[in-house]
């Protein structure tokens, strides 16, 4: 292995055009050197031929000093300093080296950082020892770099190895989010905070009503993002169970409690956990052969990741992890991982909500319209659901079952624990933005302009609340407009002249 040339001069690697010639290193040089079947990283390392120092979405530029050995010790030594941990790329590596490679690595530099970490990550990641003693000298160093990495607070001393373990996760699940400038701009931002301040200058009863609003907006949004157009009854009950987000422990028996809620009419679906393949996709119209678009994880496999997904949330609450953070990881994580027939993705929403609510980032009774923001950005969020799921197609070995299921044929566990959150992270952040500066102002908005309009017209017109709901319905669907039958039907009593007078005022008020 050591004796292969790993660096390569390239302008374009996987159909990724660089920003200049260089040569690649690190991670990128070793998957494609050793053929590991993993998705190519978000960011690539590239040495400069011109000698400068920079990062682009796709690269991260180094200069010719920076070059590492032509050694694979040498390159993964590059890759742990510069480009952070990536755990599914050490487990499918360790998968394909020697033991004995490991053991060579960490007895030519026993105290050295790097070879500590590969040590480290080969037992905990294979879950089996190497066969190596004990060191018994060295300051304890942390696993994850908190420079390029999101690490949990909490960290766990390895006496062997003298490391300090600060992944933010289990080894059955442990998706890690890279440091970016987007992600620090939104915590440094406080969001939480600023939530606080939008609603604290707001009535308690507007905030009531609001909160109401919401969680039906959330709740239909929820729906419609899957295509479903769901009856009044269907979406109070589904929005009084994400009102409730965050008040019980989360387990598989909460889970399948709530997957009863969302599906209602159970007759035509397998309930619980999947017990055969599941992906999402197309069917082929003249064949009925599937055309995925995401291969879910193995039924087999289910059980011990949803574990480790809800030993990892609970992991992470107890660490006080970002919220935001923690909400990407484990909700897209569920989502990517699709462990129901159906259902998976109003609960995969319900997990942001439950997070968020638990680790107190939203203001008490305050559930945040997640779905209603995602709904507005559906493109992109489809675009973001894709970045995890399309790289996989080409690792994942599948065959079509005798109902046009798929039934996949190796060992794909791996990718549904070990993944990069980054992307899903920057884009919940988003939305939790765009909810706290625009969704929820404008429905506290629109509640103040309803309550003024409705004295009004009641000191006016003396006009019964239900008569007032229904007369702006109408206005708000008419662009502020009586429409004419309107006008000849529920509110034939009015003049022409308090026509134009309410339509005056409703556009006064609603700044039209």
């Known amino acids: 292995m050591n004796d292969k040339h790993f660096s390569q001069t390239i302008n374009v690697f996987h159909e990724r055009t660089t920003p200049e010639q260089g040569k690649l290193v690190g991670y990128g040089a070793i998957i494609e050197a050793l053929k590991l079947a993993v998705p190519i990283p978000r960011q690539l390392a590239l040495i400069s031929e011109i000698r400068r120092q920079y990062s682009t979405e796709s690269w991260l530029v180094f200069t010719p000093r920076h070059q590492p050995k032509e050694t694979l010790y040498d390159h993964l030594v590059f890759a742990l300093k510069y480009e952070g941990i990536n755990l599914l790329f050490f487990k499918k590596m360790f998968e394909k080296l020697k033991p004995a490679t490991i053991e060579q690595w960490v007895n030519n530099e026993p105290l050295s950082l790097y070879s500590r970490k590969i040590w480290y990550l080969y037992e905990w990641l294979m879950q089996k020892p190497l066969a190596l003693p004990d060191l018994k000298g060295g300051n304890y160093v942390l696993l994850v770099d908190e420079k390029l990495q999101y690490t949990s607070s909490v960290s766990i001393n390895a006496t062997r190895q003298r490391i300090k373990n600060n992944l933010p996760g289990t080894v059955d699940f442990c998706p890690l989010i890279q440091k970016t400038l987007k992600l620090e701009k939104y915590i440094n931002e406080n969001l939480s905070k600023k939530a606080e301040l939008v609603l604290s200058s707001v009535h308690k009863d507007i905030l009531l009503r609001t909160s109401s609003f919401l969680l039906l907006k959330d709740s239909k949004a929820s729906f419609n993002i899957e295509g479903e157009n769901p009856t009044q009854n ?148 489809r675009r973001v659901l894709e970045n995890y799921s399309h790289p996989l197609l080409d690792l994942i070995r599948w065959e079509k079952t005798s109902d046009n299921n798929v039934e996949v044929l190796n060992d794909t566990m791996d990718y549904y624990r070990y993944f990069d959150a980054t992307i899903q992270s920057e884009f919940l952040f988003e939305c939790v933005d765009y909810t706290i500066n625009k969704i929820i102002p404008e429905e506290v908005s629109y509640l103040q302009k309803y309550d003024q309009i409705k004295v009004w017209l009641d000191d006016r017109f003396q006009m019964p609340d239900k008569t007032v ?17 309107a006008r000849d039907r529920e509110f034939v009593e009015l003049t022409d002249e308090e026509v134009k007078e309410i339509e005056h005022k409703y556009k006064m008020f609603f700044d039209i």
């Not at 997990?351 to 945040?368: G, R, V, W």
Request: with cysteine; aromatic share 10%; proline share 4%.
């Open 234 to 381: 269907r979406t109070v009950r589904w929005g009084r169970a994400i009102g409730q987000a965050g008040n019980k422990e989360l387990s598989k028996e909460e889970l399948l409690r709530l997957q009863q809620i969302v599906i209602e009419n159970s007759r035509f679906v397998k309930m619980g956990y999947r017990t055969e393949g599941g992906f999402i996709g197309e069917h082929d119209r003249r064949t009925g052969e599937p055309i995925p678009e995401h291969i879910s994880a193995r039924w087999q496999d289910i059980e011990m990741l949803m574990t480790g997904l809800l030993l990892t949330s609970k992991k992470l609450i107890d660490c006080q992890f970002h919220p935001v953070l923690t909400a990407a990881k484990i909700a897209f994580g569920f989502v990517f991982i699709h462990p129901f027939v159906d259902g998976n993705g109003r609960l995969h929403r319900y997990f942001i909500h439950h997070l968020l609510s638990n680790m107190k980032f939203t203001p008490q009774a305050i559930i945040f319209p997640v779905s209603a923001a995602i709904l507005e950005k559906i493109e992109e969020y």
């Open 469 to 485: 709901a229904l007369l702006l319905r109408f206005l708000e669907q008419n662009n502020g407009l009586l429409s004419k039958r």
